[in-house]
C-alpha cells in the first residue's frame, strides 16, 4: 500500500470537529477515489432500505460535484448556493424520490461552494447533517476524494462503509481512506465492500488485502461485508435517469439486511465497552 504521504499531511492539519453521536443509522460510502460504483450502490442500498419500511434519506455529500439527483431521476429545488445566502434552510433542499426515499441533492459546479475552504464545508456539512433526525436510515454519498469521506465521517455517522474493487489502485486509495478515518474518528466502525467482483474469491482476497494492512498498520480489524458482483443490467440502468429505483442488484438487499443489523448491534454495546 502507499503510504498516501500528500492526503497524509492534509489531514493533520485539517480542523477536527467533535463527532455527534447519531441517534440515526446512518452509513456512509466513501472510497477515496471516483469510478467504483459508489454512487450508484448508494441509490440501490438507500432503494433497498426504503423497501424494507425505512423513511431513507440520500445525502449527496459531493457538495459541488452531485450526480445522484442525476442517478434518481429527480429535480433539485433550492440550492446550496441558496442556503450559503441565507435564502434557504435545509429542510428547502430535500426533495422526495418515491414513498419512504428522500434526497439531499448536492450543486454542481457552483462557484460559491468552490470557494469554501475546509472549514467551511465541515461547517456546511454538519448544518445539514441536522436533517438526519427525520428519518429511519441515512445514506451518505460522500462523493470523489479523501476529503469528503473525512467530513462525513467525522459529523454524525454511525459507520463508515468503504467500497472497494480488486483494482490494485482501489486497493491503495481504500486503505488511505481507511487509515485517515481511523486517524480522525477511531471509535467509527469500519466496514468494506468489494464491489464490481468477478466471483467470490475476488471480493474475500481484497478483503483479506485491506484487513492485513489495517491489522498491521493501524492495529484494528474491519468488518467484511461481502462483495457485489459485476452487472450488466446496474450498468445499463445507470445510464438512465431513475432507472435505478426499480432494478434489480443481487446482494444488494442482503446488504441492507446487514448494516441494520450491525448498527442495531453496536447500539447495543454498552457505553465504554468498544465499537462493533
Same mark, same amino acid.
Given at each position: 500500500?502507499? #503510504? ?5 499531511? *492534509? ?6 470537529? &467533535? ?11 466513501? %472510497? ?27 445525502? #449527496? ?44 441533492? @448536492? ?22 447533517? *441536522? ?12 462523493? +470523489? ?9 467525522? &459529523?454524525? +455517522? %454511525? ?9 490494485? @489502485? ?27 467482483? #468477478? ?15 489495517? &491489522? ?14 459485476? *452487472?450488466?443490467?446496474?450498468?445499463? +440502468? ?17 446488504? +441492507? ?20
Amino acid at each position: 500500500m502507499t #503510504d498516501q504521504a500528500a492526503s497524509l499531511r *492534509s489531514a493533520a492539519v485539517a480542523p477536527r470537529l &467533535t463527532r455527534a453521536a447519531c441517534a440515526v443509522p446512518t452509513f456512509v460510502l466513501g %472510497s477515496g477515489k471516483g469510478g467504483v460504483g459508489k454512487s450508484v450502490l448508494a441509490v440501490l442500498l438507500g432503494q433497498a432500505l426504503a423497501d424494507r419500511g425505512c423513511k431513507v434519506l440520500l445525502f #449527496d455529500g459531493s457538495q459541488n460535484q452531485g450526480n445522484l439527483h442525476i442517478l434518481t431521476g429527480v429535480r433539485p429545488g433550492a440550492r446550496l448556493e441558496s442556503l450559503l445566502a441565507g435564502a434557504a434552510q435545509p429542510a428547502d433542499l430535500l426533495v422526495e424520490v418515491r414513498e419512504r426515499l428522500w434526497l439531499l441533492p @448536492a450543486d454542481s459546479g457552483a462557484e460559491a461552494l468552490h470557494a469554501l475552504g475546509p472549514t467551511d464545508r465541515a461547517r456546511l456539512h454538519l448544518r445539514l447533517s *441536522s436533517l438526519v433526525d427525520g428519518f429511519d436510515a441515512v445514506v451518505v454519498d460522500s462523493g +470523489a476524494g479523501v476529503e469528503g469521506v473525512v467530513r462525513a465521517a467525522a &459529523t454524525r +455517522a %454511525s459507520r463508515l462503509v468503504a467500497v472497494a474493487t480488486p483494482e490494485p @489502485a482501489s486497493l491503495s486509495d481504500a486503505y488511505a481512506t481507511i487509515k485517515l478515518v481511523h486517524l480522525q474518528a477511531p471509535a467509527l466502525p469500519v466496514d468494506v465492500l468489494v464491489n464490481r467482483c #468477478d466471483d467470490a474469491a475476488d471480493g474475500a482476497a481484497t478483503f483479506e488485502k485491506l484487513q492485513l494492512a489495517a &491489522t498491521k498498520f493501524l492495529h484494528r480489524e474491519l468488518g467484511d461485508l461481502g462483495a457485489i458482483h459485476e *452487472s450488466d443490467t446496474v450498468r445499463r +440502468a445507470a445510464r438512465r435517469p431513475g432507472a435505478l429505483l426499480d432494478t434489480a442488484c443481487a446482494g444488494v438487499p442482503e446488504l +441492507a439486511a446487514r448494516l441494520l443489523e450491525r448498527d442495531a448491534a453496536a447500539r447495543a454495546v454498552p457505553a465504554g465497552a468498544g465499537a462493533a
